[in-house]
């Protein structure tokens, strides 16, 4: 087993991917209201941004598993990040044009250098010291990747919107909307050019195998003989799915509610997302195991869905109770409940991903491909929400997927997590 000292430089290089990961990701919060905007876009239209992104890590998943195989983990990683520039680059034309279906394919190319990137760094992270603090080291990867997240939809938001006089509404001329669209430019630009620098520097860095790597799987033996693993892949489907409908969403509805500058709003519940994961980084294994931690924040998941939907969307006594001292400013009840889900959300990830790849050995990359399946959830699940949330006449609606998906991970944290193939 790796010491503390070998595995601090690993730890230091994925703790800056994890970084990119959340800043590429959490930015689809502040690009939703944005191409809303300038693209004269309906609500269900806009959701399309999530759908184009996540669909790419069901598609590309196991394709990228096979190239995983020839390239070993850490080339995996540094090609991710090629294809990731590529995707960044696409944003150039796609703002001086305005159009959509070239943002979409930007979003589709990120998602995709995404996928190889996951595949590849997660169990990375779950293998490189002993398993029963698996769930906090991907905590502190957490921490990063969603401090991040807070990071982004604020830079965004001061980047683009910083110089104007008045907000733009979906109203403003064809040529406030173009203006608008061309500030992308100079920020995806040096998004690709870090990408591409990064990519050079995972290429040439020190990364050890793991020592599974080599290792053949057992004649007969197959991701899908797994019951842990394919339950693991489902529960993955329902958390992104609800992880991204808490923090790409967030901005939508305070756009309906009112809300001024709603493109910074998914730092909220990206706020909450960095708390979760403080807790699991101090509380997992020494206080609590992966698989209670599992369990409570699934409960916690199904009492802010509750909030959401019950609460006043005028009344600010709970954003009141939980910041009114900062100065930051406040929230109507329901949009603070939406921004509680992250800190139901943080510790998700970390406990399913070592539970689900126990025991799997050689076959880890296939089935980490498996788990990388189940982000599809964020793809899918926020279409479901916007078709919810039209049908029901308001957007808060949509947020009623929570019951379904916080119900499926405490089974898993429950039960599912421990059910294993039967021998014949």
Avoid at 226 to 243: D, K, M, Q, R, S
Avoid at 270 to 280: E, Q, T
Wanted: net charge neutral; proline share 5%.
């Amino acid at each position: 087993m790796p010491d503390k000292t070998s595995t601090l430089l690993p730890m230091s290089i994925l703790g800056l991917l994890f970084f990119i990961f959340g800043f590429v990701t959490w930015l689809n919060g502040s690009l939703i209201p944005f191409l809303k905007i300038i693209c004269d876009l309906t609500a269900f239209e806009a959701l399309l941004v999530t759908f184009a992104f996540y669909i790419a890590y069901t598609v590309m998943a196991l394709p990228m598993a096979i190239v995983l195989r020839y390239t070993g983990y850490k080339q995996g990683m540094a090609l991710g990040l090629g294809i990731m520039a590529a995707g960044a680059l696409l944003f150039i034309p796609a703002a001086q044009s305005a159009d959509y279906r070239l943002f979409l394919g930007g979003l589709f190319t990120l998602g995709a250098g995404l996928t190889l990137l996951q595949t590849a760094s997660n169990p990375y992270i779950v293998h490189i010291g002993p398993h029963e603090s698996a769930a906090a080291r991907i905590s502190i990867m957490g921490l990063i990747n969603k401090g991040a997240g807070v990071l982004a939809p604020l830079l965004f938001t001061a980047l683009i919107f910083a110089d104007l006089t008045a907000p733009v509404s979906a109203d403003a001329t064809p040529e406030v909307k173009a203006a608008l669209a061309q500030k992308l430019v100079s920020p995806y630009l040096s998004m690709a050019s870090a990408l591409a620098l990064l990519a050079v520097f995972v290429r040439l860095a020190p990364l050890p195998k793991l020592p599974f790597e080599a290792v053949p799987a057992a004649p007969g033996d197959s991701v899908w003989r797994h019951p842990h693993l394919l339950l693991g892949a489902v529960t993955l489907f329902f958390y992104v799915g609800i992880e991204v409908i808490a923090g790409d969403t967030i901005g939508l509805y305070g756009q309906s509610l009112g809300i001024e500058n709603a493109t910074a709003l998914t730092a909220y519940t990206m706020v909450f997302m960095v708390l979760g994961y403080l807790i699991g980084v101090t509380t997992i294994p020494r206080f609590i195991s992966q698989e209670k931690a599992l369990r409570y924040t699934a409960l916690a998941g199904l009492v802010f869905t509750a909030g959401i939907l019950w609460s006043s969307e005028q009344s600010h006594t709970v954003a009141s109770i939980l910041w009114g001292w900062s100065g930051i400013g406040t929230l109507p009840d329901s949009l603070t409940f939406v921004a509680l889900l992250g800190l139901a959300n943080a510790l998700v990830w970390p406990a399913v991903w070592p539970l689900a790849l126990r025991d799997l050995g050689p076959l880890t990359a296939k089935g980490s491909a498996l788990l990388i399946m189940g982000i599809a959830g964020g793809a899918l699940l926020p279409l479901l929400f916007g078709q919810i949330g039209e049908m029901g006449g308001t957007l808060r609606h949509g947020y009623a997927l929570g019951f379904v998906c916080y119900a499926f991970i405490f089974y898993y944290a429950l039960t599912g997590h421990s059910i294993r193939r039967t021998h014949a």
